[in-house]
């Protein structure tokens, strides 16, 4: 459960070293000074780029030498060039960009969207502030969990946004789905993200109300970009707590490969801290990870990311369905995503971005004397094509087929019970413009189409979204649309009778960006229907599954980012109502689920202290109450735990080992020590008589420590 927080100390450790490389840095504005966010600025003639942020500032890193132009541009103003002589060291570039005479202000689209790197939304958190949040323990998902939208269930660990189930928020990684983001587990034990954000420059939250190239996802779409050819060649090693790392990076000026290798054994780890569950085996990961990139002629960029993961572990789990005795759980898992995708410009405002990807999972538990043995095989193939026809319109067309294939034996005591097997053959295509209008309005606007063959059911999905400038630092937006998602895998082996689930978003936001400060509010309603809905007892029966569900979300979302009051302190406060029921699966009324608590709030804070050249950070997480259902009472889902609260710190220091960057990383989590009840198993004793059993954390604390190296 804390084998990802090696991951913020060895980002830390290369961030440092890649101080040496020449730096260019300053701030972007328009004449009157106010930041401009999201300007693409350049080594031109070469790949190396970044963007602007909240507060105009940039930093961009390059192995460039002599003469070189550094070039700024951004929609609405006239491009900047200047050359400048690169040596070593950090160079201070301020830019002042004018506004093209005949063009509009730039525009954009918040409603429902966090952006960590776009290029076209505000910034609100960046690769490096997902892995020193200290609650995050070095994973996107728990990053991303103190943003307002989510709800901490911290027993499961995956995203759960605005009412809906985690199966409604899918992740992307560059265009392609990701069929298996999260590591496996057993029951009350929280999965972890399986993807360093050190492998990302782009991290895009949406809410809701996103873009219509993408789909298959009721709640919620996190889409990730992969970063580009690495800096230079250097290799790390990481010696933690809980494992060993290490890395190597070859490259140059066209290409680069990275390889990574991961070895985790919790065993030293869980002996010495006291647990809730019997580990008759303890955690144990092997993972590597490639990641190639090659330049192709003067614009196009191929590039391959490859992971894969193999883990095991045992443990004894109590048994509701045998008054609570001990059963051993054994849990065996393989994960393999690879993605290969190529981007290219034809010139004269064309552009293409392809991509295949493939994913394929193997789950074999044996709780008990039975034995489940699944696998799945996700393939995708993606393409789209981009028209800008001027700086204030483009149209960005595509399509896509994705093929996706279920396996599952059930056994019991070595006698085969069940087999299960399908494919569905999944395809859209999609199109989608955008225009700026009246010098203060973006308009976008598109539809996509959903088909599966397995289901027989084809679907059409709107969506809308616009934004209106009020001032150069403040703008309102609203988004609607409809989203369609074809049922779970694991409803889909009982029956194929069904069809896709449907929920429809409006939203509406207020943002506010002026000096390394963001304001921003929203509201949102959203509409389920064709929710799946099945007999609880007699869940095996194919008959008794239909699309009869619905249900509703609705909420108020306020938050609130300061990096300028407090010098070297950088913080942010969130903040979400919800009201949210439905009636779905098992559920026999209309109730708010228990991953809907209604009020949510979190608080990060990040201190750096350049005298003792080490990072604070600390993280406050608080959350009503959650429903659960007491079997001993006539009621549904009439209950609510107490409330959850969380105190997490970590530091970071960095130093300096035979002239090399290395950093200390040390983290605690639940400082408080307090006890967090996640809700409640119930099971039947001896008399027959109804029991509850806590659902809490394995561990009340959790501790981590590491060093990492570059080299």
Not at 30 to 59: E, F, Q
């Amino acid at each position: 459960m804390i084998n990802k927080l090696f991951l913020t100390a060895s980002f830390l450790a290369f961030t440092a070293a890649a101080l040496a490389q020449v730096t260019i840095k300053g701030r972007i504005t328009d004449k009157s000074g106010n930041p401009l966010i999201g300007t693409s600025v350049v080594v031109k003639g070469s790949i190396d780029g970044t963007s602007a942020d909240t507060s105009g500032s940039y930093i961009l890193k390059t192995r460039r030498k002599g003469l070189q132009t550094i070039a700024a541009s951004f929609i609405g103003y006239e491009p900047f060039e200047k050359t400048i002589s690169l040596s070593t060291g950090t160079i201070e570039l301020n830019i002042v960009l004018k506004e093209k005479a005949t063009a509009i202000q730039d525009v954009v689209i918040t409603a429902g969207a966090f952006e960590a790197g776009d290029k076209k939304k505000g910034v609100t958190l960046k690769p490096l502030d997902i892995l020193t949040t200290a609650s995050a323990t070095g994973d996107i998902y728990g990053a991303i969990n103190t943003l307002p939208g989510t709800a901490t269930i911290a027993d499961d660990g995956r995203l759960f946004v605005r009412g809906g189930d985690a199966y409604e928020s899918l992740t992307y990684i560059d265009g392609l789905r990701v069929k298996k983001p999260y590591s496996s587990t057993t029951p009350d034990l929280p999965s972890r993200g399986r993807y360093s954000p050190q492998m990302f420059t782009g991290t895009t939250f949406s809410s809701g109300g996103y873009s219509a190239q993408y789909g298959q996802a009721l709640s919620s779409a996190l889409i990730l970009q992969t970063t580009g050819i690495a800096p230079k060649s250097q290799w790390g090693l990481g010696i933690m707590s809980v494992g060993v790392n290490g890395s190597e990076t070859f490259a140059n000026e066209r290409s680069s490969i990275s390889v990574q290798v991961d070895y985790y054994n919790l065993k030293p780890y869980l002996s010495a801290v006291k647990q809730q569950h019997k580990w008759n085996k303890y955690p144990e990961t092997f993972g590597t990870t490639v990641a190639g990139r090659q330049k192709i002629g003067n614009d196009g960029l191929l590039k391959l990311m490859a992971t894969f993961q193999s883990s095991h572990f045992n443990l004894d789990y109590p048994d509701y369905n045998n008054q609570a005795r001990a059963m051993a759980i054994d849990l065996k898992n393989s994960n393999l995503y690879t993605n290969l995708t190529y981007s290219d410009s034809w010139g004269k405002g064309w552009s293409i971005k392809t991509g295949v990807a493939l994913s394929l999972d193997k789950n074999n538990v044996k709780p008990g004397m039975s034995k489940v043995d699944e696998t799945n095989t996700y393939f995708q193939s993606k393409v789209s094509v981009k028209k800008e026809f001027s700086s204030i319109f483009n149209i960005t067309g595509g399509a896509e087929l994705a093929p996706n294939r279920f396996r599952q034996s059930y056994s019991v005591n070595s006698s085969t019970v069940s087999n299960t097997s399908y494919t569905d053959n999944n395809t859209a295509a999609f199109v989608e413009g955008e225009a700026m209008l009246f010098n203060k309005l973006a308009v976008r606007g598109g539809v996509r189409s959903e088909y599966s063959d397995l289901l027989g059911d084809f679907k059409l999905a709107p969506r809308a979204s616009l934004a209106w400038l009020l001032a150069p630092c403040c703008q309102i937006s609203v988004a609607s649309g409809i989203f369609y998602q074809t049922p779970e895998d694991q409803l889909l082996r009982f029956t194929h009778d069904l069809k896709f689930e449907k929920a429809t978003h409006y939203i509406a936001n207020f943002q506010v960006t002026k000096n390394d400060r963001i304001f921003r509010t929203e509201v949102y309603y959203k509409e389920y229907d064709n929710m799946v809905r099945f007999d609880g007892v007699k869940f095996y029966d194919p008959t008794l599954y239909n699309n009869g569900g619905n249900g509703f979300a609705k909420g108020l979302e306020v938050f609130w980012r300061d990096q300028k009051t407090v010098r070297n302190l950088d913080y942010w406060v969130s903040y979400s109502y919800i009201d949210s029921k439905r009636l779905y699966r098992d559920f026999t009324e209309k109730v708010t689920p228990t991953f809907a608590p209604k009020h949510n709030v979190s608080a990060v804070g990040k201190w750096w202290i350049s005298k003792l050249s080490t990072q604070l950070g600390a993280t406050f997480s608080y959350a009503t109450g959650r429903p659960y259902d007491d079997p001993s009472t006539p009621l549904f889902m009439d209950k609510l735990t107490k409330e959850y609260m969380d105190v997490s710190i970590n530091a970071s220091y960095i130093f300096k080992l035979f002239g090399k960057t290395s950093v200390l990383y040390t983290q605690m989590g639940n400082l408080l020590n307090r006890e967090n009840i996640y809700g409640y198993n119930y099971y039947r004793d001896a008399n027959g008589q109804y029991q509850a059993a806590k659902i809490t954390a394995s561990t009340k604390q959790s501790f981590f420590f590491g060093v990492f190296l570059n080299f």
